[in-house]
């Protein structure tokens, strides 16, 4: 087989991977998500999880695995996070929001945001993570997907 055909099919069979990765639906409108949180948020580093309030199931996901499951500095406590260890902070208080670096000469850096989302349909939290030269902070990350959700149905 050429070197081309065998880069070529390997490429495809990861692009199917990370497509059958997904979490979409449960109910949730997945392709009005998927366009809102991409215009308001949309990153290639950007993970948002969208799960049930009670049993902190996963029913929706934006963004690939790596980025939902990588651990990062949690910024507001010692000790790195993952989207999906933040979900467990989504439903205390008023949520959660915070920034710093990401790496040591501060030219990276990351921004969290969890919470629970307002919706009179469903009792859902979310957790999100921006990560690299150009990650929102905390704050506007939360600001912008409250609204992307409502823009969303939720």
């Given amino acids: 087989m050429k070197p081309v055909v065998a880069v070529a ?74 989207a999906k260890d933040a979900l467990a902070l989504a439903a205390s208080g008023g949520g959660r929001t915070a920034s710093c670096a990401s790496n040591a000469d501060g030219s990276r850096s990351v921004g969290w945001a969890a919470g629970k989302i307002d919706s009179s349909k469903r009792n859902l939290i979310y957790s999100a993570v921006m990560e690299g030269d150009r990650a929102l902070p905390g704050e506007e990350m939360s600001a912008r997907l409250s609204q992307a959700f409502q823009n969303a149905g939720l």
């Fill in 9 to 82: 099919l390997m490429m495809v069979a990861i692009l199917n991977l990370g497509a059958c990765g997904r979490t979409r639906g449960a109910g949730l409108p997945a392709d009005a998500l998927d366009q809102t949180i991409g215009r308001s948020i949309g990153d290639p580093t950007t993970c948002v999880i969208i799960a049930d309030g009670a049993s902190r199931e996963t029913l929706y996901r934006y963004g690939q695995d790596f980025n939902c499951e990588r651990g990062l500095p949690a910024c507001d406590r010692p000790g790195a996070l993952s």
